[in-house]
């Protein structure tokens, strides 16, 4: 058998043995199917594989019995096989299989890991806008139920309790069952809780129950994430990849400050946690329905003398999963300065995101005087520059590093710049100079969106010093991470009580950590291969 690509650049010079008839059909050993055909100038592909006789015909002229007529006749390319029917031609021979070959989805011929990489995007984009969207109600809620800045300060915190609890087992979870399987969880997990907060939010337990499984759901991705990433993604494209995902929580949080201020003044704060709870279900259904095409497809692709192997059960991965985490060399971990460095780092990092995420807009709502709207549009400002700087970031980290410049000089120039701009810019801001309160905003902005360049410092050290315990990494460095937003932001609520000061409660315990951290970092941080041992 000869393998043979029909290309038709026009389907209207294609016809039927039977000139009244508008369709080709097309047999199988199953049961005959009929399909329809495109409109014209749009180009597909056919595979067939022909006898020998039809091949020589195919040779010898363009037409065949009236069925082909002004085709031209390629050798097709080896890659992959084709589906198994039959094709009908006009003088009552079949050749043995047909196939076809659509040019969509556009994302269709990316490599895997793009896709993967991708989908991963886009569920951090809908985590951080499951995270931003009470920034913005907390507002409205405080006023509709009088709570004081103290209380807005606890449910705005409550969602790292969970974010906290869940970082260890998260990383456990996605060394065990995958990083996919972990994320798929977490996403629907985050998203009915989101969805339940109006609600529950007339009882205050209850609220913060659920701002609680919000954090725990959304705790888990960056460990799902890292794992991925470690598994999946070479060294000279990592900073590029984790600025990819992680990026999508700064777009995220564009997209959740931009919706939710026309939510809340058309449709009232609910419809917020309702309408981004809505989005997290649909990511998980598409999820899955991607996932059974591309297991429909492999399948299909498997010839049947092939062996197609079979995927560990979650009984499979419990039954392991007591072994495994006895052989995660915990002391080891702990005992390594580089792993400290990580924690530090990243607790510190943290200080400054969280209060700034959560207390950003109703500084600008109070202190600058800015409307509901105007406060949630600037809050845009510094997420939207951080999209722009985490790409920056990461193609200057992975140039250098595939230039032979040294893995730990680049993880501690990028975090070094992650925290020492912040921290110069909130000293501009915190310093009564006079300024207008847009000076103000870009300065603070400049600063938060420079902080993105952690992403090519901090957030690859982990895969960096070991791919096969990344997302443990992850999960011991974030839980401190989590703190900040446990402690930070109700703190942050408690001082502004008590100073009624902006410099004295958002930004100075900011600055300290980002100088802080900046010097524990370049003392002991490392981006070098660890084999950790028990």
Known sequence: MENFAIRAESLCSLSHHN?????????????????????????LEFRFFCTIRETQKIKHTQKVDGVLTGLRVDEVDRGGPVSGSEVEFGNGVRSDEVGFSWNWPPWKNLPQRYKLIGTTSLAFVICNMDKVNLSVAIIPMSHQFGWSSSVAGLVQSSFFWGYALSQLPGGWLAKIFGGREVLKVGVLTWSFATALVPVLAGFMPSLLL????????????????TDLIARTIPLEE????????????????VVGLLLAPPL?????????????????????????????????VAAESILG?????????????????GDSLKDVPWKSFFRTPAVWAMVYAHFCGSWGHYTCLSWLPTYFSEELNLNLTEAAWVSI????????????????????IANGVETTTVRKLCQTIAFLSPAVCMTLSSVDLGLPPWEVV??????????????????????????????????????AGAVPGIVGVALT?????????????LFAPSIFFYLTGTVVWLVFASSKPRNFFK
């Open 19 to 43: 000139p009244s008839s508008k369709n080709w059909v097309f047999g199988s050993s199953l049961r005959p199917r009929r399909i329809r055909l495109c409109p014209p100038k749009e180009r």
């Open 305 to 321: 003398s092939q062996t197609v192997p079979v995927k560990k059960t979650w009984n499979d991965s419990l039954g392991e999963s």
């Open 210 to 225: 659920s701002r609680i499984l919000v954090g725990i759901g959304e705790g888990v991705s960056p460990s799902a994430a």
């Open 238 to 253: 990592r900073s590029r990849a984790v600025a990819f995902v992680f990026g999508g929580l700064s777009v995220g949080s």
């Open 264 to 296: 809340i003044q058309n449709l009232g704060w609910e419809y917020v946690f309702y309408v981004f709870g809505l989005l997290g279900v649909g990511w998980y259904i598409g999820f899955q329905f991607l996932e059974e095409k591309k297991a429909s």
């Open 381 to 400: 400002l510094p997420p939207l520059a951080s999209v722009f700087v985490t790409n920056i970031a990461a193609q200057i980290a992975d140039n250098l």
């Open 442 to 479: 870009g300065i603070l902005t400049s600063g938060l969106a420079l902080s993105s360049f952690a992403l090519s410092g901090l957030y690859c050290t982990h895969q960096d010093m070991s791919p096969e315990y990344a997302s443990i990494l992850l999960g011991i460095t974030n839980t």
């Open 493 to 505: 609520g408690y001082l502004l009580e008590s100073t009624h000061s902006w410099s004295l409660s």
